[in-house]
């Protein structure tokens, strides 16, 4: 069966996905060592031993995301944060940075080591580098290639590769995006930082509603709809007297229907994001897709269901898989 | 300020899609007139553009290189089809220590043979730069988004291992690169189909708020920053944390009349803030920039002048 990767961004949300039939779940500690990096989120060490031992006992592993990037002069964090992902017993660590990925390779060698999206490895030579120099087991793929790409990347690697199929859509290459950084000071590379609450404000102007970030006008809606939350990569802007949203639309990710293909492609994991989601919402994902991955490993019709009242009130898209970005 | 013989001014790969005869005409000017020791050539945004650029690629290099500038040639910044792929195998072939490796496939084709690292790859870090400089790393451009005291780290770093130490110091901010094209997007087409509509815009496709506010410039696959970093008033204390090369990145503006005023700063003939004025001037209406260096919001301007 394609193994179900989860996101918990607390030890309630970790039990919650390892109930709904989780086989991964994935999670960071409450620090900047980690790309979700939000107040009231995340686990302390002592709520990592806990939750990975939990989640030890019913069969489901823990892989934890190290996946910023130090800053010169702050890397004691980062390695100290690696001994208490492999004293907590994880199953695997998450990493991005190549100086974290040489650290760990040689200082915590029997530790399992995946690649982040965050490395923005998106073709078999990049792949093959970070598998051979630092003994990656297993890939995220960015969030930009066709199931028909997919497919050819298994074919010229040895790494496992692990796809997101559902949730938020980061519409640029991750781990190399500054847009947060140009407009807040907040980096989502190097603070585990993106369009802050902190540096949010709404304002209610006319019959509409403003939200801002750092300040900068991101969208603006009539008051009686839902208001996005502010990111550059989704705002509305005016460009050669046109205002759209240039970059995306405000759409989700759902690749339910893709199951079968990127099985097919040889796609060892499937990753639900959402670390900052509530625990029922984790829950009704986590069991929607198991049902989903389970048919398929049975030859069964993916069942129907209906998760878009989930997908952050927006339309589901099957984003790069289905290619028509070229 | 002391003078200054030891820092390196290195022009940027031009990021833009600028038509031949404008291409060559900017280099050429380049190459005869600007204060500049060494220019990075090659495309990095986006492989529907390399063919145009290639054809006319040697006669620039043999121009510049005549003018006493050391040339060096930059890889794609995105690698995901096969002819990105072949074509930063093919930069990665070259007999030359001076190419710029912009994605990690080229660090698996280099083979650790030396090379430069450029600023899309994420070098934030000590461990980072020791490692590349392992690998056969002779030179590193750091994130510009690095503040000014992980740079002075950093910087030390790649100095103890005998590395040349870049950063931008002038120029729009490259902030995100994307799979996807937004200039094509902006008028309807695909990245397939975009009929290089980039070409229009030679200092980027302006988007405003709707506030009318500007913000940010699009470039084909690549968002960047409305203001331009300036990082003239910074220019001593990045020497003196141990900076050896100073980037600017080509603008629309007199390139020429920019790195005279960096040199002259550089030389000590001028003072930071008479360049500055001079600066200005050469960049019109333009906002200037030094957020990221001093660990705020990018697009700030700080206004101090840091004492060295």
Known sequence: MMELVCPAGTPAALRAAVEAGAHSVYCGFSDETNARNFPGLNFSTEELTEAVAGAHKRGAKVLVALNTFPRAGGEKLWHQRLADAEAAGADAVILADVG???????????????????????????????????????????????????????????????????????????????????????????????????????????????????????????KDRPAPYPTLCKGCFTSENQTGHVFEDPVSLDARHLIPALAKAGVTALKI????????????????????????????PMPEGALARLAEGQAGTAGAYAKTWR | MAVDKMTKLTLGPLAYHWSSDRRRDFYARIADEAPLDEVYLGEVICSKRAPFQEADLPAIIERLERAGKTVILSSLAEVMLKRERKATADLAELDTPEIEINNAAGLF??????????????????????????????????????????????????????????VQVFGRASLAVSARCYHARAHGRTKDNCLFVCEDDADGMPLCTTDDRPILRVNGIQTQSETYINLLPETGRLIADGLTHLRLMPQSVDMVEVASVFRSVLDGARDPLEAETALREACGEVRFSNGFYHGQAGYRRIANVVPV
């Open chain 1, 100 to 222: 974290l990925l040489d650290y760990a390779a040689t200082h915590h060698p029997r530790l399992r080591r995946h690649l982040s999206v965050q490395a923005a490895a998106a073709n078999p030579d990049a792949i093959n580098f970070y598998a051979e120099t630092f003994d990656v087991k297993r890939v995220v793929l960015p969030r930009v290639l066709t199931v028909q790409e997919i497919a050819e990347i298994n074919k010229e690697i040895d790494a496992e590769t692990e796809v997101f199929v559902f949730g938020g859509l980061c519409v640029m290459a991750e781990g190399r995006c500054s847009l947060s950084s140009y407009a807040t000071g907040k980096s989502p590379n190097m603070n585990g930082v993106c369009s802050p609450a902190s540096h949010v404000a709404y304002a209610e102007e006319g019959n509409e509603l403003a939200a801002r970030l750092g300040g900068f006008t991101i969208n603006r809606t009539p």
């Open chain 1, 273 to 300: 994001e959402g670390r900052q989601r509530s625990r029922a919402y984790v829950a009704e994902v986590v069991r929607t897709f198991r049902a989903a991955v389970e048919a398929v490993e049975e030859g069964r």
């Open chain 2, 109 to 166: 084709d280099r083979s650790s043979r030396p090379h430069r690292i450029g600023p899309f790859m994420n070098a934030y870090n000590e461990a980072t730069i020791g490692w590349m400089a392992g690998k056969g790393a002779t030179h590193v451009t750091l994130p510009t988004e690095l503040p000014g005291e992980a740079m002075a780290i950093a910087a030390s770093a790649a100095r103890g291992l005998g590395l040349g130490v870049e």
